[in-house]
């Protein structure tokens, strides 16, 4: 009980320096989320209490922008690819990961997570989200496999924060970290069942954050990343090869040892490593709630990936901010000019009569109805001089109606200078006339990407980190054998894999294709241009190109070229139509699909008559041709038995007898040979 006195007490501690150096930044995080997105937050402060009693409008434009960088992340999703370590053809399993987390992220509802961090550091500064295991099928007790959620961190720049010491974007190198969730008290007395706030600490010397208000009480999730004595023990089984087995695996399997011994294998070495490994604490204001020693979180990560707007160091303080901080002062003063043309535009623009009191006097009525009933004509009283005299005599004066002073109008045109300058000029990308040529409107779109583009980039830094954290997680978690799970494929069609099933790669070894605690991959992600206009390019330049090809397989490849960037709906089916038939050109290299559907289609093809009919002819002729080289050669051997004979004949006859037999001999031996090799 010391001990997680002590490891409260010490969270506490790292809290508060974490919360008292970043607080400031946070608050402006939070700050310019309102701004831009909560009706009215944009005169909260001093300046809404000058313009009390008066109009106050609100021509948000921040909102805008940051819904259209919003909408282009929502056009342009950011896929995670795993691939080997060194670069080498991997034997399927890199795609087996690559299924595995589609699937994980389809079944989590991932896309509401990343929606959520990637609004929110726009706006803010600062998004985040978690990766956590749930079972499989909670109302089953005897299913215990689980699978890897992807879940939303709401309020981030209120709630995650990382050890100071923590300099990486991806937080990789972080000790601790903490996530709060607020409860309301019957929530928190429901979930927990503590009622008793007072002993909570309250001292500011000992807590600066309030872990408890009149309205909410704050639970942390502690992440705590330690090292850990870790032995590898290296085998050598009777093939030779070297197999690797660690402490847990001889704890999982109390006779794999036994087993190493009776199969041959020899223990070569010994390798002692410090492995990382993450506890997840759950604590209060007051004490540790839940396990005492923590819950030990699959992989060697802390699970939970932050991403930025717009990141940097300043007096060795993380600093972030969106795309609403630099344009709130021009923003309030966009709507105070617009807010004082409105009283301005409300104000009577009639000059109105100034009279004394004795002029209007019983006259009032009428002459506060004028406006409405349109008298035809009013009545003052008559004025006297000192001598009671009658005096003619009109208004003492005329009110004046309010006037637009130039400096309101050049001020004006100024500020929206100024926040096209600072948002970008999206109309201009938006209400280009007709004629203009496509060449303008990529240089308008460019310049609008340019501010979009920081922000996807800081999102795929955030993508790579959660298919870190998700792999090094999933090898402790997808390990059981026969265990059939499903993929979704990058065209978004679902298949499934065997966990443990055995299958022969490229190199002719048998390996386990659903085996991830072999998966050593890096992962990678694909930041392009921000917007559909780009492939829209793409289409144009490509059929400019078309134009100007003379070769028509050339040509074909192109237009198909075209056709894989156009978008629109209804083309999903046509594009894969289009992809096979690149693969069968050879222009794009086929997947593991791709020829399991060639080979079968191969079996499943009839085979042509006419091509049948000429290799049986080419077999003939071959045999034809065999036959005959065979009875030239026994000719040849009959040859020069006769010539043999012929030598011991004419050894005893006469110099030109001798000469007419071998005449005679050589001619019959030329004519029976030509017969012979005459074709067929």
Known sequence: ?????????????QFNDIWTVVQDERELAITDRRF?????????????DQFENKPKIEVNKAHLSVIRIFNEWRNNRIDVDFVSVD??????????CDGLYRADEKNS??????DNAFEEGVGGGYGAWRLTTEFEDEDDDENEKQRIMMEPIYDADQSVFFDLGAKRQDKRDATHSFVLTPYSKPAYELEFGETDYNSWPKDSETATFDWVSNDVVYVAEYYVVTKVNHTVFVYQDVSGE???????????????????????????REKKTKRKEVRKYILSGEKILGEENGELIPGKNIPIVPFYGKRWYVDNIE???????????VQRLKNIQISKLA?????????????????????ELTWAEDNIKNNPYLLVNPVTDAQGNVVASGPIGYTKPPAIGPAMGALLQITEEDIQDLLGNQQAGEELDSNVSGTAVELVQN???????????NMGKAFQRSGEIWLEMAKEIYVESDRTMKTIGTQGEVGNVTLGEKITNEKGEVVSEGDLTRASFNVEVDVGPSTSSKKASIVRGVTGMMSVVQDPETNVVLGALALMNMEGEGLGDIKEWNRKKLVKMGVLEPTEEDKAEAAQQAENTPADPQATFLISESEKNAAQVTKTNAEVEKVAAETDKVQAQTAEIIAGVDREDRQQILDAVNGAVDTQIRQTSQPQ
């Open 343 to 363: 009283e301005i535009s409300a104000t009577s623009a009639i000059e109105k009569p100034i009279f004394t009191p004795a002029q209007v006097a019983g006259h």
């Open 319 to 329: 600093r972030c901010m969106g795309h609403v901080r630099l344009v709130k002062d």
């Open 87 to 96: 670069g080498s053809e991997d034997d399927g399993l890199a795609d087996v």
């Open 36 to 48: 831009y997105s909560i009706a009215g937050a944009m005169w909260e402060g001093p300046l809404g």
């Open 447 to 457: 310049r609008l990407d340019m501010q979009t583009f920081i922000y996807m980039s």
């Open 242 to 268: 070297e197999v690797r087995h660690t402490e847990d695996d001889f704890e999982k399997d109390p006779d794999l040892r036994a087993f190493l011994e009776a199969t041959g294998s020899k223990l070569l």
């Open 109 to 114: 509802g991932a896309m509401e997570a990343y």
């Open 1 to 13: 009980m010391v001990e997680d006195k002590n490891l409260h007490q010490k969270a506490l501690e």
